[in-house]
């Protein structure tokens, strides 16, 4: 065994014993299952991940007793499996945070909803994070007044800001506006926006999906 292999397998004992100290309510259960799914340079992410589950999971009691039951099971081993295996692959903090609420609420059910589960871990892993904001975008409530849309344009206009189609624009912006056009298309490929009249607006299963990923405190009574 190469000096290199030993660094590799230290490396993911140290991890895995971290993981246990910096989660202890799920760190035990999760540990094991680290060093065969993950690569070792994206181990940093995978931490991460398990830190915001720890905080999604810890939150109340019976939420932990359900997910130390739901461990135990096949249907949920494979959802943890599938979280860890996109939290590797995830960068932004964002990104991680969204998914642990995802794989938490899906595991702190008093009965696992596999299939329901599986389904919005799979429409996740294919979402690129405009589109999830673009989903969000498509979600508030236009009775509200314009303060929702205002705020969420604020905190991301590279993604949210409108851009102008008109003919003879320079190639950049012919590019971007291509590229958001193509959000889009992806969220209605996927079944999570439909159009009526003009305008887009979302889908039943794409609530269902932000109710597993926003934070929010109603998924809870929902459960």
């Not at 490396?11 to 246990?20: D, E, I, M, P, W």
């Not at 915001?52 to 461990?71: G, I, P, Q």
């Not at 932004?92 to 945070?97: A, G, T």
């Amino acid at each position: 065994m190469t000096s290199l292999e030993l660094t590799g397998q230290d490396r993911l004992v140290s991890v895995a014993k971290g993981v246990v100290g910096a989660c202890p309510f799920i760190g035990p259960l999760t540990a094991e299952a680290i060093g065969y799914l993950i690569p070792n340079q994206r181990l940093d992410r995978v931490v991460e991940f398990l830190r915001n589950l720890e905080a999604e999971v810890s939150r109340l009691d019976d939420r932990l007793e359900n997910f130390t039951k739901n461990m135990t099971e096949s249907d949920g081993l494979d959802l943890m499996e599938e979280g860890l295996t996109q939290a590797a692959r995830s960068v932004s903090p964002e990104r991680k945070e969204r998914l642990a609420r995802l794989v938490g609420r899906s595991l702190t059910r008093n009965e696992i909803k596999y299939q329901e589960s599986r389904k919005l871990l799979n429409l996740y892993r294919d979402l690129t994070d405009p589109e999830i904001l673009w989903l969000i975008y498509f979600s508030l409530n236009p009775v509200l007044g314009a303060r929702p849309h205002q705020d969420l344009f604020k905190k991301h206009p590279e993604v949210l800001m409108p851009i102008s189609r008109e003919m003879n624009a320079p190639q950049e912006q012919i590019d971007r506006a291509a590229l958001q056009d193509s959000y889009k298309n992806t969220l209605m490929r996927f079944g999570l926006i439909e159009i009526k009249g003009k305008s887009h607006q979302i889908t039943s299963l794409g609530r269902l999906l932000l109710r597993y990923i926003q934070e929010s405190e109603s998924f809870e009574e929902k459960s």
